[in-house]
């Protein structure tokens, strides 16, 4: 997800359950020379073990995140 030549038109976050808690639609994101930063806000969830997922022009990504 480093690479400056990757398109992000899509993040998700989900919880173990598969719900969706979170979802940011990037469709227009595209800078080889800067970089977007995006600060998501989980706090009003519970601890638990949540999914970030993604999309990409070169395909899908998932991360796991642990709440304490």
Same mark, same amino acid.
């Not at 995006?38 to 395909?59: E, F, R, W």
């Given at each position: 997800?480093?690479? @400056?030549?990757? $398109?992000?038109?899509?993040?998700?976050?989900?919880?173990?359950?598969?719900?969706?808690?979170?979802?940011?639609?990037?469709? $227009?994101?595209?800078?080889? @020379? %800067? %970089?977007?930063?995006?600060?998501?806000? !989980?706090?009003?969830?519970?601890? /638990? @073990?949540?999914?970030?997922?993604?999309? $990409?022009?070169? /395909? !899908?990504?998932?991360?796991?995140?642990?709440?304490?």
């Amino acid at each position: 997800i480093y690479d @400056v030549r990757i $398109t992000i038109y899509d993040l998700e976050i989900f919880n173990v359950l598969g719900e969706s808690i979170y979802h940011l639609p990037l469709t $227009t994101y595209h800078s080889p @020379v %800067t %970089t977007h930063h995006s600060i998501i806000n !989980i706090s009003s969830h519970p601890a /638990g @073990v949540y999914i970030l997922q993604i999309q $990409t022009n070169s /395909g !899908i990504e998932r991360i796991k995140i642990i709440k304490q």
